[in-house]
T-cell receptor
């Protein structure tokens, strides 16, 4: 089976940098994705890592280490609108996404 | 360009009843997946449809079934509803079958079983 672990809550102030870690156990691995979900909203795609290393997209970066079964999402220059739940998700096959339980990020003024 | 649309947005059903939820994928997408998201949890994979066939299934009982139509839209059916089936049901679409990495989610259907 698959399991993912990520912190349940993170709090930071506007303008700061925050890192959300994700460790996973899976019987098959294609890649690690990150999704953002605001209350009452749809999950929206942020990033995908299939290979080791850092992927940068604007204020957001995502890192993967396949040997350590570990990844993280880095959010820079935090804004109030970044307050949301963030999910890491493993593609354990080409068709299935397995999500973690999510990290609730609160950005304080 | 319309994204993924789901209907209805909210639904209340009685235990033991049956429900059908509908999803229209993003334009150009041919693969539809369904997820169940309980409050405070991450989405749980139910199944995926491609070329009108169920291609992969998560750990859900046979009470959960689906269908994909030639226009790529999809339905999720749940029979013999249980109180524990109360959740947000999300539909996600992808294009390019196995190659796509980004899933686009709809706003979901909030199902309440009483």
């Amino acid at each position: 089976g698959q399991s993912l672990e990520q912190p349940s809550e993170v709090t930071a102030v506007e303008g700061a940098i925050v890192q959300i870690n994700c460790t996973y156990q899976t019987s098959g691995f294609y890649g690690l994705s990150w999704y953002q979900q605001h209350d009452g909203g749809a999950p929206t795609f942020l990033s995908y890592n299939a290979l080791d290393g850092l992927e940068e997209t604007g204020r957001f970066s995502s890192f993967l280490s396949r040997s350590d079964s570990y990844g993280y999402l880095l959010l820079q220059e935090l804004q109030m609108k970044d307050s949301a739940s963030y999910f890491c998700a493993v593609s354990s096959s080409a068709r299935q996404l397995t999500f973690g339980s999510g990290t609730q990020l609160t950005v304080l003024p | 360009d319309a994204g993924v649309t789901q209907s209805p947005t909210h639904l209340i059903k009685t235990r033991g009843q049956q429900v059908t939820l509908r999803c229209s994928p993003k334009s150009g997408h041919d693969t539809v997946s369904w997820y169940q998201q309980a409050l405070g949890q991450g989405p749980q994979f139910i199944f995926q449809y491609y070329e009108e066939e169920e291609r992969q299934r998560g750990n859900f009982p046979d009470r959960f079934s689906g269908h994909q139509f030639p226009n790529y839209s999809s339905e999720l059916n749940v029979n013999a509803l249980l109180l524990g089936d109360s959740a947000l049901y999300l539909c996600a679409s992808k294009g390019g079958a196995l190659g796509a990495t980004e899933a686009f989610f709809g706003q979901g259907t909030r199902l309440t079983v009483v």
